[in-house]
């Protein structure tokens, strides 16, 4: 199966914006995508849908093969914790915590047992070059270095699917292309990822491409298959 399927996806928040219009999407396992359009298209909302953290007004939704909804909220959440890793445009981490705790408390709804997850945390935190830095706290670290935290955490459960809105919308370029590294060898070793940007180089740099205006898709591009340009 896809390991996210939209069909026919409507989305209207209280208050009447039709933010999703009609979005059929299926992307299938070790996709890179890169999802653009213009502020205020539904970009967002599209991956809060895909993200399961809002629920559909109409349509049918399916992540990894489960149709959301005929799954309850606790169900839906236990199915987030395994199936998703989350990086946003602002870091969201916890300044009282240092690099490790920060990763290890993204670790707990993920299944990984209480004993493993300093480990696990530790081991993520190698992945994305940041090994030296495990007690560092997130005013002891720089921007680049805060979001390659934010991805530790949302890769250490080793989620199938990464959802990544602008990710390096708060950094400068050369932090960007450290974190767009990191998600360019986690695409490699398998993981599926889609991006929002704004940033035409970084969607160029995604294999396939899709464009949202008006709260519907407009044009999908490439197979899906191929690698990232480098
Ligand atoms: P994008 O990410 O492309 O900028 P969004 O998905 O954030 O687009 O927004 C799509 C539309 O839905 C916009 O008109 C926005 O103002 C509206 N919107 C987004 N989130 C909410 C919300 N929680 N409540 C009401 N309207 C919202
Ligand atoms: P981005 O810049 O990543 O597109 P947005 O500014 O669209 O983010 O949205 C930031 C947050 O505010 C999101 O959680 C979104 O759901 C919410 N939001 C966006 N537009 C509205 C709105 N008109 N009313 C209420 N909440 C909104």
């Not at 490439?222 to 340009?229: E, F, I, N, S, V």
Request: glycine content about 14%; overall charge neutral; charged content about 25%.
């Amino acid at each position: 199966p896809y390991v996210v399927e939209l069909r026919a996806v409507t989305k209207v928040y209280p208050g009447g914006v039709h933010a999703l219009r009609g979005v059929d999407l299926a992307v299938s396992g070790g996709e890179l995508l890169a999802i653009v359009g213009p502020s205020g298209s539904g970009k967002s909302t599209m991956l809060h849908v895909i993200g399961t953290l809002d629920r559909p007004t109409g349509g049918t939704v399916r992540i990894g093969g489960y149709d959301i909804a005929g799954l309850s909220d606790r169900e839906l959440s236990a199915l987030r914790g395994r199936t998703l890793g989350f990086v946003f445009q602002q870091f969201h981490l916890d300044p009282g915590l240092n690099a490790l705790d920060n990763v290890a408390e993204g670790l707990l709804y993920t299944g990984v047992p209480r004993g493993d997850r300093r480990e696990r945390a530790a081991a993520a935190l190698e992945r994305v070059g940041l090994g030296h830095r495990l007690a560092h706290r997130p005013n002891q670290l720089s921007g680049g270095e805060q979001q390659r935290v934010a991805v530790a955490r949302a890769v250490a459960g080793d989620p199938p699917l990464i959802l990544a809105d602008e990710p390096t919308g708060n950094l400068d370029s050369g932090a960007g292309t450290e974190v767009l590294g990191v998600l360019r060898d986690l695409h490699a070793a398998g993981t599926t990822i889609a991006i929002i940007t704004h940033d035409m180089e970084i969607a160029e740099w995604c294999p396939r491409r899709v464009r949202v205006r008006d709260g519907r898709i407009v044009d999908d591009r490439g197979d899906g298959t191929g690698r990232p340009a480098q």
